[in-house]
């Protein structure tokens, strides 16, 4: 099988296509076949090294990848649920760049038939993430008013969608004014495009008396701004800290990075006690042995999507050979929607 393998951190350079033996499945285990996998800016964190549960569960070398989408090839003599042959799509703690993936037969489920193999391998990370965030975190009610940064994204846009489908205000904020569009396009009351308007000022025009909750990746840009925008009883969710990840070519700026590691926002539970506001943080990628909560997710996302109430996420696919080009890509920030790796060649 075809794979890539990361063996310090680094540039693009680091990601090195090799071939290795097709591992064999244990008997609670599935091996796929991928026909395409998800490309996550949290594979690029790996690739720099400053991936927490990277460092913690794996170490040098390492292949990226959380998601995929392709065939049962070879099912463990436990896993009933699947069978050889099967389109299926499913979640794994790194090793998805592959030509083959061989995971816990509890993170594989059948391919929705709304969803083509290259969407449905971009969809469950994303969506997974917006939906433990908005429906396992917090308690949510109609008419809540919800405030999405990086909306033009690939969790954004699962969260606009998901807030839509809950009856909820959402208001998302995008960097560039090609995505406003696509926004709204994907259900958002109002899009705020901080690359022409005044972010914060906007925010508080549109919820003068606050937001219920905040959604915010960016890191110490916002985290604090977006934590003085919640109402009372507001809630801001936590999932990333791109701008504390500033990069020039591929790498790091460590100077860049150490400055805002100084700039992160400390929250004093004291105050936090008497303003009636809280901050959740998670990260999907230390969840995945919580398959509880993971089937309950997949169950509903599945059914929405097959219903037509999610609609299917927007893909730019690259061939595994270009998987340096796809993260060039999705480090510009200029991307929506999701992108994915071809394994399988093109027709």
Same mark, same amino acid.
């Given at each position: 099988?075809?794979?890539?393998?990361?063996?310090?951190?680094?540039?693009?350079?680091?990601?090195?296509?090799?071939?290795?033996?097709?591992?064999?499945?244990?008997?609670?285990?599935?091996?796929?076949?991928?026909?395409?996998?998800?490309?996550?800016?949290?594979?690029?964190?790996?690739?720099?090294?400053?991936?927490?549960?990277?460092?913690?569960?794996?170490?040098?070398?390492?292949?990226?990848?959380?998601?995929?989408?392709?065939?049962?090839?070879?099912?463990?003599?436990?896993?009933?649920?699947?069978?050889?042959?099967?389109?299926?799509?499913?979640?794994?703690?790194?090793?998805?760049?592959?030509?083959?993936?061989?995971?816990?037969?509890?993170?594989?489920?059948?391919?929705?038939?709304?969803?083509?193999?290259?969407?449905?391998? &971009?969809?469950?990370? @994303?969506? *997974?993430?917006?939906? =433990?965030? $908005?429906?396992?975190?917090? #308690?949510?009610?109609?008419?809540? +008013?919800?405030?999405?940064?990086?909306?033009?994204?690939?969790? &954004?846009?699962?969260? @606009?969608? *998901?807030?839509?489908? =809950?009856? $909820?205000?959402?208001?998302? #904020?995008?960097?560039?004014?090609? +995505?406003?569009?696509?926004?709204?396009?994907?259900?958002?009351?109002?899009?705020?495009?901080?690359?022409?308007?005044?972010?914060?000022?906007?925010?508080?025009?549109?919820?003068?008396?606050?937001?219920?909750?905040?959604?915010?990746?960016?890191?110490?840009?916002?985290?604090?701004?977006?934590?003085?925008?919640?109402?009372?009883?507001?809630?801001?969710?936590?999932?990333?800290?791109?701008?504390?990840?500033?990069?020039?070519?591929?790498?790091?700026?460590?100077?860049?990075?150490?400055?805002?590691?100084?700039?992160?926002?400390?929250?004093?539970?004291?105050?936090?006690?008497?303003?009636?506001?809280?901050?959740?943080?998670?990260?999907?990628?230390?969840?995945?042995?919580?398959?509880?909560?993971?089937?309950?997710?997949?169950?509903?996302?599945?059914?929405?999507?097959?219903?037509?109430?999610?609609?299917?996420?927007?893909?730019?696919?690259?061939?595994?050979?270009?998987?340096?080009?796809?993260?060039?890509?999705?480090?510009?920030?200029?991307?929506?929607?999701?992108?994915?790796?071809?394994?399988?060649?093109?027709?």
């Amino acid at each position: 099988m075809h794979k890539v393998v990361v063996y310090k951190a680094g540039g693009y350079e680091q990601l090195k296509l090799e071939i290795h033996p097709v591992p064999k499945p244990g008997d609670r285990q599935v091996l796929i076949r991928t026909h395409a996998v998800g490309v996550n800016y949290a594979d690029i964190c790996v690739r720099w090294g400053v991936y927490e549960s990277a460092r913690r569960f794996v170490g040098w070398p390492i292949t990226p990848g959380f998601e995929y989408s392709g065939w049962v090839e070879e099912a463990g003599r436990e896993v009933s649920h699947v069978k050889p042959g099967d389109p299926v799509f499913g979640v794994t703690l790194f090793n998805g760049y592959s030509t083959h993936v061989c995971a816990p037969a509890d993170l594989v489920w059948p391919k929705p038939k709304a969803l083509n193999f290259e969407a449905a391998a &971009g969809f469950l990370v @994303v969506h *997974l993430t917006a939906y =433990h965030g $908005l429906l396992q975190h917090v #308690v949510i009610r109609p008419g809540m +008013k919800i405030l999405v940064h990086s909306a033009g994204g690939g969790v &954004g846009s699962a969260l @606009v969608q *998901l807030c839509r489908l =809950h009856d $909820l205000q959402v208001i998302g #904020v995008v960097g560039a004014s090609h +995505k406003v569009e696509y926004v709204h396009q994907l259900g958002a009351n109002a899009v705020i495009d901080k690359s022409s308007q005044s972010l914060w000022d906007e925010a508080k025009r549109l919820c003068p008396d606050g937001y219920d909750l905040v959604f915010d990746a960016n890191g110490p840009e916002t985290l604090a701004q977006s934590y003085a925008h919640l109402r009372p009883m507001g809630k801001l969710l936590v999932y990333g800290f791109h701008t504390l990840l500033p990069k020039r070519r591929g790498r790091l700026n460590y100077l860049k990075a150490a400055i805002g590691l100084m700039r992160m926002p400390r929250f004093n539970p004291l105050a936090m006690t008497t303003e009636n506001k809280g901050v959740v943080a998670f990260n999907l990628s230390f969840l995945l042995d919580r398959t509880d909560l993971l089937q309950a997710a997949v169950n509903d996302l599945t059914t929405w999507v097959e219903a037509g109430h999610i609609q299917v996420p927007s893909v730019r696919s690259f061939a595994l050979t270009e998987v340096a080009e796809a993260h060039q890509v999705l480090e510009s920030g200029e991307t929506t929607g999701k992108l994915v790796l071809r394994t399988m060649p093109s027709p």
